[in-house]
Structures are given as C-alpha cells and as structure tokens.
C-alpha cells in the first residue's frame, strides 16, 4: 500500500507568441507617420512650389513607405522569435524542477514500498532483528504479500494542463515528461485478508518459487500466534514442501503427535478442513498444490496453483486476473534457510513486558560464533545506517536508536545520557556503540570513546577497527583534557577542509559525489560517546565551547555527539540544549534531575533494574524501554547429550549428591557477546582515522628519523626529534638547519631537561647525514662529560672537559686560526658566502 499524496498540478504552458494578443500602436503608428507624410507631399505639390519638381523630394515618400514596411515586418519577426524563446526556457526550466520534485517522491515511494515488502532473497536478514514478526491484526499490511515488481502510480498523481501547447517543443517535453514520471518501479502487492482463494496460473516451477516467495513473507513478518500456515499438497509434490516443517507457523496449535506439535502438511482440503476446525487465531493461509483447482476451506485463505501449468504466471482472486511479467522468486535453498533460521523462535509470554531482551536477537545475529561481518554490513538497508535497537518497549516491541536526521527519519544526531549509579548507563553505552559497529562498517562510521574519570566503560573497544580512540583519565590531568579540546578542534578543521576542497557543503553531499563517481577519499559519520560530561564541565566550563562547536558543525561535517553522566544540574548544559535532540534516561536520584532531562519525574520512579529507562526526542512523549546488555555471557548453543536416552532409571538414596559438571566443559567460562562480536568483527574493515594522539612517550630512536640516504647537496639540516601537532592529528620530524645565518644553535634547558642530550644528537644526526670533509665538531664540555661518547666520531676533532683547560685553550686557537684562514680565503677570491665557497 501507499500513501497517496496532494496531486501536482502542472502549470498551463505558454501560448505561442504568433497567436498572442499585442498592442495594436506600436504597429499603426509607422503607418500613421507614412501617412502623415504622404499628405505633407501632397500638400506641397497642389501649392505648386518649385522644391516639389526635385527628383529627390519625389523619392522622399517611396523611401519612408518602405522603411515603415521593413519596420514592421522585422519588429514582428523579432517579437515573435524572441518571445517563443524566452517561453521555451521558462518552461522547461520549470519542468526540469517539477522534475526534481517528482523524482524525490518517486525515490520515497519506492523506498518505502521496497522496506515495508522487502525482496525475498533478504528475507533472512530480518530474522532475529527488531522487523521480524513486526506485523499484528491492526496492521494495515497484514497478511498483504509481494508478488512482482512493476511500474505503479506515483503517489502524487500527476494532473496535466487543461490546454495544449501551440509550441511543438513545449509541447513534446510535457508529453514526455508526464508518460516518464506518471509511476515508478515498485513491489505489487495482494492482501490476503479480502480473498477466500488466490489462485496462480503458468509455469509450474515459477508458480512454486513464487509460493515460497509469499510463504517466507508471511513467516518472517507475521507472528506464528497471529498467522499459521498450513498445506495441502498432493503425495507427488510433497517433497517441495517438506521445508514447511522448519516454519513456526506450520506447528498445529492443539493437536501434537510423537514429536512434539503437529506439522500442518494434508493431502486433501477435507482433511485439512477437519483438523483447522476450532482453530481460532486471526488468520490461516493455507497452500495448495495438487492436481485440483483449489478450493475454499472455511476461517482461512487458500493460495495455491492453478490447473493452467504454462506459460506467464497470472494471480486470480475475485474473478480478476493480473499478469505478473516480474514476479517474485524463491529457490528451495534460500526457503530451506529461512525455515530453518526461523525454526528456533517461539513467541514468549515475557516478550510483551520488560525483561531483559536479549541483543543478539534485536539486532539480527542468531549465531555469533558464524557472523561474516563483510555479508553482515552488505546485507543491511539504508535504513539501518546510524540506526541500533537498544531495547525493547513496554509493549515488547524493539527499541530504536536512529541518529540520522530527522529529514531520513532519525531522532537527531546529537543527544543525552543521564542515569544514576547502578542504572545501567555504561552498559547502555556499550550497547549503543557495540549495535552502532554491527551495522555498519568502519569505512561508514568510526567511534571515539571520552571517559572522563578513567572507568573500564569502553577499554574493549580499544582495539577495534571502528574506534578512532578511546580516552580515559583525564579527571587529574588537565593537559590531556586540553590535549583532548585540540584533538575534537583539528577534526572538524581536517572535515572541513576535506569538504571545501571536494566542493561540497556538507558531509551528504560529500557522499552523494562518492557514490555518483567522484574520486574521493571516505568521509565516515564520527559517533562521539563522552561519559561523565557534566563532571568534565564541572572542572573545565570551557570545553562546553567545543561542544557547542561540534552540536553547531556537526550535521554538515558528520561528527554525532552523545553526551553521558550521572547527574544533570540545572544550567550545566550552558547552551547546548538546542543542539540535543534526543535524551536518554534511565533512573535517578532526584525528582530535579528527571525533570531536567525529561520535563517529568517519570525517571525518578523508575524501578531500581539496570537497564530500565526512557527515550525522549524532540517533541515526542517519553517511550519507556528496557536496555539491552552486551557483558554477559554468550548463550550456549544448545546441547544434545545421547547418552541421557540410554540411561536406565536407578533408585536414589539419602547419600548427598556431589558437584554436577558438564563433562569436559567443566570450568571453562562462556565469553560475553561484546568479546564476541570485537572478536568476529577483528580485522574487517579499513582502521578508522585517528583523532587523538597519546601525548609523547620514550624518545625516539635517532635512526627511525634519520633520512634512508644522505644528500649531496652538504645541506646541513637534520631530524633531531619529533614535534607533537595534536590539532594536526600527527606527528612530524624536528628539523634543524644550520645553513646560512641559522649556523649558530643555543640550546636552553633546567638541570636535566636534557641539554646534553640533545646536543649528542645533533652531532650524531649530522654525523651520520655528512661525511668529515662536510662537517666537523670541537667540543668543549663543562657539564658532566656527556659529550665524550661523541669522541670517536670521524667528525670530531677533539672533545675538552672542565678539567683540561690546555686542550681547551688548544681547540679555542685551533677555532681562530679556522675563522681566520677563511676571512683570507673569502677576501682573496672574492666570496661572499659560506655556501659560494663549499660550491667550490
């Protein structure tokens, strides 16, 4: 189904300039001056006057009739061009943004459409996640299946002009325009509900696929305690329906037999009418494949194939055929997975109240030990981008996080945490950022993880190719927080620039260009998660300028802001409420707080249960949630143990039972499902870009600086460490050049700042770049003697202490004497400089 929209009316084209209505002066006053001047002739001649038998006075009037002529015949041609040119482009300008418009509602629908019947062959995807058995009674989709793909109206019908364009062109463009636009490429679709049979006609083994088609629809969408399926199958085809066995929905709900539930699969409609009697849920879709035409069975809707066993499927139901050039289809394989994907699911009593849901269900990974996290990432929709369940609602429905804007449906990219001690708020963190790396990869979104006071909130994430880092302990050191400030800074400076130099406006626009071919690096959505904010406001009020920065920025540069704490004081947010759209929160300790982030003291009467919470958006009522949590252990896959059927009966006694053990799993702990899935999504995906960078630790070594190859210039400019550019996100080389004027170097530095050092590693540095005949050292060392390790270098020529003070004179006279040769060198051939003379 879909929501018809207002009708678009197209404006009246233009009316040809040849059949518009015009001013008649401009066109009779030419011939009134002609006429005018005929007349003064005239005048002239009946007086007789000499001047009238010039030849020339005679040709005055032909040449002023055949001006007028010309005049007006050129006026006419130009108006008339002129205008219809002028028309021409108004008007398909105007169909070209009508176009725009036409095509955005058309891309709508058909999304909507497309995500509402989705293809079958993903079907399975949907299993385990918030979508599955989405679809109840009251729905207007229940029991509404896809069959094909073909062209269906536009949602906002297209109402043509009333008149017709004289203009050809216009008049082509219009017509082209509206047969175009008129309908776009979507799923049709049959409801179920209205129709006591529905009968396919054609190709056997297309009418079967397109049966297993509708039947995994029904199965994945609708809820086995809301819909059953059933067959009635004839004993040759049996076996392309054995996979119905797998299906929920095909368990009988009363009557059972050896196995456990009885499977729905009859060999006649009076069979199958007999034991669907008393069955009494909303509906039953029962398939028919024999060699009969099926027929109704009473409280239930008959799908099955025809007797015509060729040609192009046609579906008929109320005496109205349609014919299905696209039709949908399903091989046995891809149904035999969805059943049997299916089959470990019940409906539970406890799924409409508030325990808690378990993650792996809600965002669709059954098996974490198999999860392929590159068929994972491809498999998911638009619509699950920025988007994770975090819990599920008091009416036991998945609770959604979507960060995206509100314009493709999200809450808003930025918002608020707030939950007291024991409430569950780490938790609820892990569990956003663990669901926000499932669906989407690293190349689409990166995470940096802020904790504040140093907890063990997010040290798992660490490693994990989506985070861009993760910073802690910043509560007792107020340069890292400021390290931090510099860090968030240079990110939106780095997105801006990447954005100004692809010439886009914003990060959508950005991948709008990568995605129509624009050669581009990947720009991916950067979710920043903070933990104790408020804390961090508390100490430091202005970093609440960077937030304010990147609440302003961050929906054109792509940065997401989720700010986490235990408590919310009045007035703390200084500011950057405009920027929230979304507020999370789960118990507190005041009527205060609550009202602060909630406007009601709804979370102050929360019970005491981790987890237990609210979602607030913009203008939204508070929806009431229970969280999901990552840290426990992963579910066991279930075990089967023969040896239990062969065990005979024994008598107990009053003796005390020892310790039950497992066998060989004994003792061995069950990691948790956020090790897990780290552990399945290790090594996939591009590493994310680094926004922050630890500060400086140990030295580096002076060889990992150093140039592969001396130069052969003599340049005499060297790496001697490394400068710390955290703004920059990077690291570069300290280069010292000492050609020219910059020759001389002081270095200045407290006892033990390492003074010393840093002049052994010039040395060394230029030692290892230059041979001795380019650069030569005399050291006077009157400090502890560091220098002396440089004494065995080629380049040095001697190395003098406090307590040589003859050597220390010798190498000062040894300096003059130098200084002295090349002021004679220099004046005798006439050099300017230091380096004209190495030139030589």
Same mark, same amino acid.
């Given at each position: 189904?879909?929501?018809?929209?207002?009708?678009?009316?197209?404006?009246?084209?233009?009316?040809?300039?040849?059949?518009?209505?015009?001013?008649?002066?401009?066109?009779?006053?030419?011939?009134?001056?002609?006429?005018?001047?005929?007349?003064v002739?005239? *005048?002239?001649?009946?007086?007789?006057?000499?001047?009238?038998?010039?030849?020339?006075?005679?040709?005055?009037?032909?040449?002023?009739?055949?001006?007028?002529?010309?005049?007006?015949?050129? @006026?006419?041609s130009?108006?008339?061009?002129?205008?219809?040119?002028?028309?021409?482009?108004?008007?398909?300008?105007?169909?070209?943004?009508?176009?725009?418009?036409?095509?955005?509602?058309?891309?709508?629908?058909?999304?909507?459409?497309?995500?509402?019947?989705?293809?079958?062959?993903?079907?399975?995807?949907?299993?385990?996640?918030?979508?599955?058995?989405?679809?109840?009674?009251?729905?207007?989709?229940?029991?509404?299946?896809?069959?094909?793909?073909?062209?269906?109206?536009?949602?906002?019908?297209?109402?043509?002009?009333?008149?017709?364009?004289?203009?050809?062109?216009? *008049?082509? *463009?219009?017509?082209?325009?509206?047969?175009?636009?008129?309908?776009?490429?979507?799923?049709?679709?049959?409801?179920?509900?209205?129709?006591?049979?529905?009968?396919?006609?054609?190709?056997?083994?297309?009418?079967?696929?397109?049966?297993?088609?509708?039947?995994?629809?029904?199965?994945?969408?609708?809820?086995?305690?809301?819909?059953l399926?059933?067959?009635?199958?004839?004993?040759?085809?049996?076996?392309?329906?054995?996979?119905?066995?797998?299906?929920?929905?095909?368990?009988?709900?009363?009557?059972?037999?050896?196995?456990?539930?009885?499977?729905?699969?009859?060999?006649?409609?009076?069979?199958?009418?007999?034991?669907?009697?008393?069955?009494?849920?909303?509906?039953?879709?029962?398939?028919?494949?024999?060699?009969?035409?099926?027929?109704?069975?009473?409280?239930?809707?008959?799908?099955?194939?025809?007797?015509?066993r060729?040609?192009?499927?046609?579906?008929?139901?109320?005496?109205?055929?349609?014919?299905?050039?696209?039709?949908?289809?399903?091989?046995?394989?891809?149904?035999?997975?969805?059943?049997r994907?299916?089959?470990?699911?019940? &409906?539970?009593?406890?799924?409409?109240?508030?325990?808690?849901?378990?993650?792996?269900?809600?965002?669709?990974?059954?098996g974490?030990?198999?999860?392929?996290?590159?068929?994972?990432?491809?498999?998911?929709e638009?619509?699950?981008?920025?988007?994770?369940?975090?819990?599920?609602?008091?009416?036991?429905?998945?609770?959604?996080?979507?960060?995206?804007?509100?314009?493709?449906?999200?809450?808003?990219?930025?918002?608020?945490?707030?939950?007291?001690?024991?409430?569950?708020?780490?938790?609820?963190?892990?569990?956003?950022?663990?669901?926000?790396?499932?669906?989407?990869?690293?190349?689409?979104?990166?995470?940096?993880?802020?904790?504040?006071?140093?907890?063990?909130?997010?040290?798992?994430?660490?490693?994990a190719?989506?985070?861009?880092?993760?910073?802690?302990?910043?509560?007792?050191?107020?340069?890292?927080?400021a390290?931090?400030?510099?860090?968030?800074? @240079?990110?939106?400076?780095?997105?801006?620039?990447?954005?100004?130099?692809?010439?886009?406006?914003?990060?959508? %626009?950005?991948?709008?260009?990568?995605?129509?071919?624009?050669?581009?690096?990947?720009?991916?959505?950067?979710?920043?998660?903070?933990?104790?904010?408020?804390?961090?406001?508390?100490?430091?009020?202005?970093?609440?300028?960077?937030?304010?920065?990147?609440?302003r920025?961050?929906?054109?540069?792509?940065?997401?802001?989720?700010?986490a704490?235990?408590?919310?004081?009045?007035?703390?947010?200084?500011?950057?409420?405009?920027?929230?759209?979304?507020?999370?929160?789960?118990?507190t300790?005041?009527?205060?707080?609550?009202?602060?982030?909630?406007?009601?003291?709804?979370?102050?009467?929360?019970?005491?249960?981790?987890?237990?919470?609210?979602?607030?958006?913009?203008? @939204?009522?508070?929806?009431?949630?229970?969280?999901?949590?990552?840290?426990?252990?992963?579910?066991?896959?279930?075990?089967?143990?023969?040896?239990?059927?062969?065990?005979?009966?024994?008598?107990?006694?009053?003796?005390?039972?020892?310790?039950v053990?497992?066998?060989?799993?004994?003792?061995?702990?069950?990691?948790? &499902?956020?090790?897990?899935?780290?552990?399945?999504?290790?090594?996939?995906?591009?590493?994310?870009?680094?926004?922050?960078?630890?500060?400086?630790g140990?030295?580096?070594?002076?060889?990992?600086?150093?140039?592969?190859?001396?130069?052969?210039?003599?340049?005499?400019?060297?790496?001697?460490?490394?400068?710390?550019?955290?703004?920059?996100?990077?690291?570069?080389?300290?280069?010292?050049?000492?050609?020219?004027?910059?020759?001389?170097?002081?270095?200045?530095?407290?006892?033990?700042?390492?003074?010393?050092?840093?002049l052994?590693?010039?040395?060394?540095?230029?030692?290892?770049?230059?041979?001795?005949?380019?650069?030569?050292?005399?050291?006077?060392?009157?400090?502890?003697?560091?220098?002396?390790?440089?004494?065995?270098?080629p380049?040095?020529?001697?190395?003098?202490?406090?307590? %040589?003070?003859?050597?220390?004179?010798?190498?000062?006279?040894?300096?003059?004497?130098?200084?002295?040769?090349?002021e004679?060198?220099?004046?005798?051939?006439?050099?300017?400089?230091?380096?004209?003379?190495?030139?030589?």
């Amino acid at each position: 189904m879909t929501e018809v929209a207002a009708d678009i009316v197209i404006d009246e084209p233009p009316i040809a300039p040849s059949l518009a209505a015009s001013s008649v002066l401009p066109r009779l006053l030419p011939v009134m001056l002609s006429l005018a001047s005929i007349g003064v002739m005239a *005048a002239a001649f009946a007086s007789g006057s000499a001047t009238t038998r010039n030849p020339m006075f005679l040709a005055f009037p032909v040449m002023m009739l055949a001006s007028t002529v010309v005049t007006l015949m050129s @006026g006419r041609s130009r108006r008339t061009g002129g205008d219809l040119a002028a028309d021409r482009v108004d008007y398909l300008a105007y169909l070209g943004r009508l176009r725009e418009k036409v095509t955005e509602i058309g891309e709508t629908q058909r999304y909507s459409l497309l995500r509402r019947h989705p293809d079958p062959d993903t079907l399975w995807t949907l299993i385990g996640g918030s979508r599955m058995w989405e679809r109840q009674p009251g729905d207007g989709d229940f029991c509404v299946v896809r069959v094909a793909i073909a062209a269906q109206p536009l949602a906002s019908r297209l109402v043509a002009p009333q008149t017709e364009s004289t203009d050809p062109v216009i *008049a082509g *463009a219009l017509h082209r325009f509206i047969r175009t636009h008129s309908g776009v490429i979507a799923p049709v679709t049959v409801d179920l509900r209205g129709s006591a049979t529905v009968t396919i006609d054609g190709d056997t083994a297309a009418a079967r696929a397109l049966l297993r088609a509708v039947i995994c629809q029904l199965a994945v969408l609708h809820p086995p305690d809301r819909l059953l399926i059933a067959a009635v199958v004839s004993e040759p085809n049996r076996a392309h329906w054995d996979w119905l066995k797998w299906l929920p929905h095909n368990q009988h709900p009363n009557a059972t037999d050896g196995v456990g539930p009885l499977r729905m699969v009859y060999q006649s409609a009076a069979e199958a009418q007999r034991s669907l009697a008393g069955v009494r849920p909303p509906h039953v879709v029962v398939i028919a494949d024999s060699d009969e035409c099926p027929v109704a069975i009473g409280g239930a809707t008959v799908v099955g194939l025809g007797t015509e066993r060729a040609g192009r499927l046609v579906i008929s139901r109320h005496g109205e055929t349609q014919s299905l050039s696209r039709p949908d289809q399903l091989d046995p394989v891809a149904a035999l997975v969805c059943g049997r994907r299916l089959a470990r699911y019940r &409906v539970g009593t406890d799924s409409h109240g508030l325990s808690h849901p378990d993650w792996p269900d809600l965002i669709g990974l059954s098996g974490l030990d198999h999860v392929d996290p590159i068929t994972l990432w491809r498999s998911r929709e638009h619509r699950d981008r920025l988007c994770v369940p975090i819990g599920i609602t008091a009416a036991g429905t998945p609770l959604e996080l979507d960060i995206k804007e509100p314009a493709e449906k999200g809450v808003g990219p930025h918002g608020l945490c707030v939950g007291a001690t024991g409430s569950g708020k780490s938790e609820l963190l892990r569990t956003i950022a663990l669901g926000m790396m499932a669906r989407n990869p690293p190349d689409t979104l990166n995470l940096l993880l802020i904790d504040f006071k140093g907890g063990a909130t997010f040290l798992d994430y660490a490693a994990a190719s989506h985070v861009s880092a993760v910073i802690t302990n910043l509560a007792d050191d107020a340069p890292l927080v400021a390290r931090m400030r510099d860090a968030l800074a @240079g990110e939106m400076n780095r997105r801006q620039q990447v954005l100004r130099e692809a010439g886009c406006a914003g990060v959508a %626009e950005y991948e709008r260009a990568r995605r129509g071919g624009a050669v581009a690096a990947a720009l991916p959505t950067l979710f920043i998660i903070v933990d104790e904010f408020s804390e961090l406001l508390s100490r430091h009020p202005d970093f609440a300028e960077t937030f304010t920065a990147i609440g302003r920025l961050g929906r054109s540069l792509g940065m997401h802001l989720l700010l986490a704490s235990q408590r919310l004081e009045e007035g703390r947010l200084r500011g950057l409420e405009a920027h929230l759209s979304y507020r999370l929160c789960l118990k507190t300790l005041s009527p205060g707080e609550s009202r602060a982030v909630l406007g009601t003291l709804d979370a102050y009467e929360l019970p005491n249960t981790p987890g237990a919470g609210f979602l607030c958006t913009s203008g @939204g009522v508070p929806v009431r949630f229970q969280a999901a949590t990552v840290s426990g252990p992963k579910r066991a896959p279930p075990r089967y143990d023969s040896t239990l059927a062969a065990r005979s009966a024994q008598v107990f006694s009053t003796r005390v039972a020892g310790v039950v053990s497992s066998g060989d799993e004994a003792g061995t702990a069950n990691p948790t &499902v956020l090790r897990a899935v780290l552990g399945r999504l290790s090594g996939h995906g591009p590493p994310a870009h680094q926004v922050w960078l630890p500060p400086l630790g140990s030295a580096p070594a002076l060889h990992t600086l150093l140039p592969d190859v001396a130069s052969e210039s003599g340049g005499l400019t060297v790496p001697i460490g490394l400068v710390d550019r955290p703004f920059d996100q990077c690291r570069t080389p300290l280069w010292v050049d000492l050609s020219g004027a910059a020759g001389n170097v002081a270095i200045v530095g407290a006892p033990q700042s390492g003074k010393s050092t840093a002049l052994r590693t010039l040395i060394t540095a230029l030692a290892a770049v230059r041979e001795p005949r380019h650069v030569q050292f005399y050291c006077l060392d009157f400090g502890g003697g560091a220098l002396a390790s440089v004494q065995t270098l080629p380049h040095v020529g001697a190395v003098a202490g406090r307590t %040589e003070p003859r050597l220390v004179e010798r190498i000062v006279a040894e300096c003059e004497s130098v200084v002295t040769e090349r002021e004679a060198i220099f004046g005798e051939h006439g050099i300017a400089s230091i380096a004209q003379y190495r030139a030589l």
